[in-house]
């Protein structure tokens, strides 16, 4: 449920204010989510956006719930058929759907939707298997029932059966065999469904019964829980829970929390940090994570000391250049290309805010006809003497078939480069470019 | 203009830029800008509002000044809290055996050490803590490796308007050149 809450973001996540933090949040939840997908082949990607959306219908929720808790409910029915015939087993199950199924059930249809299959599969456990007068009570009325299911699975939070469960699956040849993740994973819906049908109910208090209900299972429950309904109450909140044997003061918890932020950055920082990945130690990575730092660091210093190196070659060079190549018209596309594109690339790096950075002496950054003569006139670099012209911005008239055709290709470069990034200066600055160049021929 | 400074003014460009890419949402990118804007130099200066805009220039410097301002008592704050802390942990301790405790903070030791070494290496890092010091090293790689790529890039043309290749093996080079930028932003 965590990251079924996020993943709404993460679809619309293409925006470029998006820190990189964030996107790279949203692709591991891309991928874990195609995980599941391909654990669970009958979990359609429809059903998924019908529990992003949190507008399911019945049949959708309970599919969806199939999809979400799948291995819960693979279990349920074997529940329902192994109960008969094992009654060894009868005091482990009725316990475990008891505490299971409508948590995952209301975790996963956002507590709204109640009347589900996890309900009637709990309602069918109660039947099957010896349970006790409480769930057959709640079983007649759906009012109560609701109430009894919330005070279960809030016990079932504080008891933390957990461990049961698996020693019974284990026992049970039919179950999927979950691994470690998913059961965390499975946890912190529980959790996170729990907290969310607290706050639910708490604002709209339309039933008095469940609110009641709700609180005196809130009083009983362990300390954490109390401390969670409190978080709750904040918008954007962060879920804590301390583990047995940890903890539970709110100096700690925070460390906690603080900790486990640092290890997920870290994790970001891992994949992004080449060779980074084998090492475990904090002390380690951050090691590597330095040494790239500083050589990339390394990189900008002597790329920057090459180009200012060679800048002032290209000045005179240019030109020559220019003569050498104008007149035969078969390398006219190649020179375009080599004379251009490059730095129309770096254009599109370099300048995302409709202002342009002169990196080369060849290319100047121009908004207007005076900026570009202050510009002239105080740069660090030799320009040639076109640019003082301001003329030039102004007069740009395609004489020739050449010059045209010149012209359609930087607009075709620039739309390229108008798909992948949006800028919207883009044809600006080629206008300008081409024209200087015009000039300069 | 000696080949020193006119280095210096590259870089400064080049830092800037990806500074203003951010649009001023990260706190590295601030500190850049807020330094460049902090040199009373006249080249750094033209640099600074060629690249970010006049108006713009003004509203992120001030940004990054409160920033700055706001990290500083934060920061304060924050290491009287942890004082507070340190001693209750001690008080704590006092049953855990002296090796682990020993081992225990030569790790601690190791990690402070280095997450210096990297507040010194990001940009505006001796300001953050922790959490964000991480976030922002993520942020600021990301950009830094743009960076390199397109000045590499702007390197490689410059070797080829300079002559270095001939024929076929500029063109080569020149679309490999390409297809790497489109990649990188697609």
Redo the contacts between chains.
Sequence with gaps: MLHCLNAPGNLAGNCTDMTVLERQRARMKWQQEQIQQQQQSYFSGSELSGVFSGQTQAGQVAQSFQGLVGCESVLCEAVNRSVKPDPGLENGWPEMGKCEMPIMGLGSCGGLVSDTQGFQMNGAISRTASCPPTVAAAAADTKAREAALHEKMSSAAGRESFKKRKADKFQNTKVVIEDDTKEKRIKANAEEGESKITTEQNSTKNNSNINSNIRESSGDTSKENSKASDQVQKPDYIHVRARRGQATDSHSLAERVRREKISERMKYLQDLVPGCNKITSKAGMLDEIINYVQSLQRQVEFLSMKLAAVNPRLDFNIDDLFAKEMFPASTASSFQQIGISPENSAYLQFNPVQQVVSCCGLEIGINSPDMGLRRTISAPVSIPEIFLDTSCFTQVQPPTAWDTDLQSLLNVEFHQGRLTTPYPSQPFAGNIEASNLKMEM | ?G?????K???L?????IA??R?G??YWSRAIIAKATAENN??SR??VE????PE?AERLEKASKLSAVRYNNRLLRSRKILKK?HN?RRALRKNVPRRVVAANSI?KR??EK??Q??KG??PGGEFMD??SL??E??????S????????????????????KYEGKK??AI??R??CG??L???
């Design positions: 203009m080949i020193m400074d006119k280095k003014a590259i870089k460009s080049a830092d800037l830029a203003s890419a649009k949402t990260t006249d080249c033209i640099i060629n690249i970010l805009g713009r802390c209750v790790a190791m990690v280095r997450t070494v990297l290496l990001v922790e959490v991480i976030e090293t993520l942020d600021y790689l990301v830094l490796r743009a960076q390199v790529d397109v000045m590499r890039c702007l390197a490689c043309a410059t070797d080829l308007v300079n002559g500029k063109l020149v679309k050149r390409v930028l489109l990188l932003f697609g």
